[in-house]
């Protein structure tokens, strides 16, 4: 079985920094990309950000120039660097990973969700 495990979520100031990881764990052969969305409350799931196995960024305009999406591909881990936190940017952030695993019947590919960490930025 394949797990993300998520951590760094919290409360901060506007203005403030968090560090958002995820650890993506099982039998896994490769991931093709990693990546955050975001939901708000009464608001779909948006992406912030995605990195790509060859190392291609996408970010939402709302956060470009502020946050940074990076990788450990060999500890299979994405991290999420939020700088000048808005409270426009509160919300519960999801890891997402599509990867390539052992399923114990072979080979395959599928898109994993994290469970979720909440960020709170307010003074």
């Known amino acids: 079985q394949v797990q993300l495990l998520e951590s760094g979520g919290g409360l901060v100031q506007p203005g403030g920094s968090l560090r958002l990881f995820c650890s993506a764990s099982?039998?896994?052969?490769?991931?093709?990309?990693m990546g955050w969305y975001r939901q708000a409350p009464g608001q779909h799931r948006e992406l912030v950000a995605v990195?790509?196995?060859?190392?291609?960024?996408t970010y939402a305009d709302s956060v470009k120039g502020r946050f940074t999406i990076s990788t450990d591909n060999a500890e299979h881990t994405v991290y999420l660097q939020m700088n000048s936190l808005k409270p426009e940017d509160t919300a519960v952030y999801y890891c997402?990973?599509?990867?390539?695993?052992?399923?114990?019947?072979?080979?395959?590919?599928?898109?994993?969700w994290g469970q979720g960490t909440q960020v709170t930025v307010s003074s």
């Open positions: 997402n990973a599509d990867l390539v695993y052992n399923s114990g019947y072979g080979v395959a590919e599928s898109v994993y």
């Open positions: 990195v790509t196995d060859s190392g291609n960024t």
């Open positions: 099982g039998s896994i052969y490769g991931i093709n990309a």
